[in-house]
């Protein structure tokens, strides 16, 4: 009875080592498609809240709704900058209605239009897109000036080279929103 006991606790060890190890082969070896790039890319942008800062809105019966029609292409040029108090500054960071113009003591910034147009990342590489985010270079080009505030490039720049990967493949199948984002407003230019 223990002999039995012994073998087929054995053989049941064996049985999920093997099963194991067949799942990891097989989960290793089954390459990604562009379109398994592209859905990882889509939930990730949707997980880290990308749509916050560089999609317009619109108001509905329901508050605030993402503008699908310009989905991704940063601060819209046909959007004015409204007047605000500067003296609020000193202690507060501002928001425009649609989250893609921020005021604070750093001056005007707005969100960059992350479509595939070449106004967006149409005609970024993949190692400008890395470079952005890893190391806040506008553009992703060495001479470039700093991502400005409030984009949180060190957070997310700390992404894995296959997460930002599939969000660089999604951001580049995107509709294409043809919106060219002024440059940032330096303190007291405005």
Not at 35 to 40: A, F, G, Q, T
Not at 110 to 118: C, I, K
């Amino acid at each position: 009875m223990k002999n039995r006991m012994l073998t087929f606790a054995a053989i049941s060890f064996l049985l999920t080592i093997f099963c194991l190890q067949a799942c990891n082969q097989s989960a290793e070896t089954k390459p990604e498609t562009k379109e398994d790039l592209v859905s990882r890319g889509k939930y990730l942008v949707g997980l880290m809240g990308c749509n916050d800062c560089h999609t317009s809105k619109i108001m509905t019966p329901h508050g605030p709704m993402l503008d699908t029609a310009h989905l991704l292409a940063g601060y819209l040029t046909s959007e004015p900058v409204g007047p605000y108090d500067s003296t609020v500054l000193k202690s507060w960071v501002l928001f425009n209605f649609s989250t893609t113009a921020t005021v604070g003591p750093w001056g005007t910034t707005f969100s960059a239009n992350l479509t595939s147009d070449e106004s967006g990342i149409g005609s970024w590489s993949e190692a400008q897109f890395f470079k952005a985010l890893r190391e806040g270079k506008s553009k992703g080009l060495d001479g470039g000036r700093m991502i400005m505030p409030p984009m949180p490039w060190q957070s997310i720049g700390k992404a894995t080279d296959a997460d930002l990967k599939a969000i660089f493949e999604y951001l580049k199948s995107t509709k294409p929103v043809r919106n060219v984002v002024p440059q940032p407003i330096h303190p007291g230019h405005a």
